[in-house]
T-cell receptor, first 110, second 115 residues
Framework: NAGVTQTPKFRVLKTGQSMTLLCAQD?????MYWYRQDPGMGLRLIHY???????AKGEVPDGYNVSRLKKQNFLLGLESAAPSQTSVYFC?????????FGPGTRLTVL | KNQVEQSPQSLIILEGKNCTLQ??????????LRWYKQDTGRGPVSLTI?????NTKSNGRYTATLDADTKQSSLHITASQLSDSASYIC??????????????FGKGTKLSVKP
């Protein structure tokens, strides 16, 4: 089992560009999450999904969109990147009370 | 306001020594409390999960305690190793399984173990 994987690992964008971060899990989990982690702050929830075809907003959803077309994939999109979106993004999936995190994507917006 | 506060922010100890990390929370309703280890450049990995009725749980050299009355938890690391160098994050869940995303994350304690 690969667990939770994220693509890409690193990315540099210019302000206004768009991109999609891909998260994939092979554990057949229903729940998936996108977080961002910034220096000096705890992880903050951007969006989450409780099953295929469903998504919901978390604590900091503005500027992001998500889709869960397949159970194993959860996509995070930035339509028009801003410097404030420079961060490390973590995807997670969960079963019962256990969350499994991916390795993260480091995004820099210039 | 639901909050999780961790102390200290950072800690340096010598290899082989013990240490204790603290977590205080003001989260309600409480479901469970988790400790995660996050190595530099990696995602968090679960160490322990405790529900309201559990007051101690061990995972190898890691022992977590929970006092639900005072809303405090601690993570004790015994006989530290260089590989214990990481950030340790305390997370409190407001719903069983966190399925609705109601997890409150602390900012973490950065532990450095020196030879």
């Amino acid at each position: 089992n690969a667990g939770v994987t994220q693509t890409p690992k690193f990315r540099v964008l210019k302000t206004g560009q768009s991109m999609t971060l891909l998260c994939a899990q092979d554990m057949n989990h229903e729940y998936m999450y996108w977080y961002r982690q910034d220096p000096g702050m705890g992880l903050r929830l951007i969006h989450y999904s409780v099953g295929e075809g469903t998504t919901a907003k978390g604590e900091v959803p503005d500027g992001y969109n998500v889709s869960r077309l397949k159970k194993q994939n959860f996509l995070l999109g930035l339509e028009s990147a801003a410097p404030s979106q420079t961060s490390v993004y973590f995807c997670a999936s969960s079963y019962l009370h256990e969350q499994f995190f991916g390795p993260g994507t480091r995004l820099t917006v210039l | 306001k639901n909050q999780v506060e961790q102390s200290p922010q950072s800690l340096i100890i010598l290899e082989g020594k013990n240490c204790t990390l603290q977590c205080n929370y003001t989260v309600s309703p409480f479901s469970n409390l988790r400790w995660y280890k996050q190595d530099t450049g990696r995602g968090p990995v679960s160490l322990t999960i405790m529900t309201f009725s559990e007051n101690t749980k061990s995972n190898g050299r890691y022992t977590a305690t929970l006092d639900a009355d005072t809303k405090q938890s601690s993570l004790h690391i015994t006989a530290s190793q260089l590989s214990d160098s990481a950030s340790y994050i305390c997370v409190v869940s407001m719903n069983y399984g966190g399925s609705q995303g109601n997890l409150i994350f602390g900012k973490g304690t950065k532990l450095s173990v020196k030879p």
